[in-house]
């Protein structure tokens, strides 16, 4: 069973930073995709960044390229996404997911962890 846990959310003030997390258990990690989606209130879900572990290849959104970085730990089979100069914009429930390969396309996502909340204060 795949099974993916988020971690890493929490309150943080404008221009700071945060790390989340994506744990993945029950998948080859190396074969797969690996995504972050954020959904704010009213909003409909987005891809933020994505990350092929076999070969670190990062995928941004315009909206978070140059103050996301996304890395893999391919020895704990974990995800992270390191972000910093945080936004009031940013606020939003953090989703990771897999998928066979990075796309932004919702539909190709086969597993989703639960989400991690980012709050950012202005």
């Known amino acids: 069973e795949v099974q993916l846990q988020a971690s890493g959310g929490g309150l943080v003030q404008a221009g700071g930073s945060l790390t989340l997390a994506c744990a993945a258990s029950?998948?080859?990690?190396?074969?797969?995709?690996i995504a972050w989606f954020r959904q704010a209130p009213g909003k409909e879900r987005e891809g933020v960044s994505c990350?092929?572990?076999?070969?670190?290849?990062?995928y941004y959104t315009d909206s978070v390229r140059g103050r996301f970085t996304i890395s893999s730990d391919r020895a704990k089979n974990t995800v992270y996404l390191r972000m910093d100069s945080l936004k009031p914009e940013d606020t939003a429930v953090y989703y990771c997911?897999?998928?066979?390969?990075?796309?932004?396309?919702?539909?190709?996502?086969?597993?989703w962890g639960r989400g991690t909340q980012v709050t950012v204060s202005s």
């Open positions: 997911a897999v998928a066979w390969e990075c796309t932004w396309t919702q539909r190709e996502y086969d597993h």
């Open positions: 029950g998948l080859t990690f190396d074969d797969n995709g």
């Open positions: 990350i092929n572990p076999s070969d670190g290849y990062p």
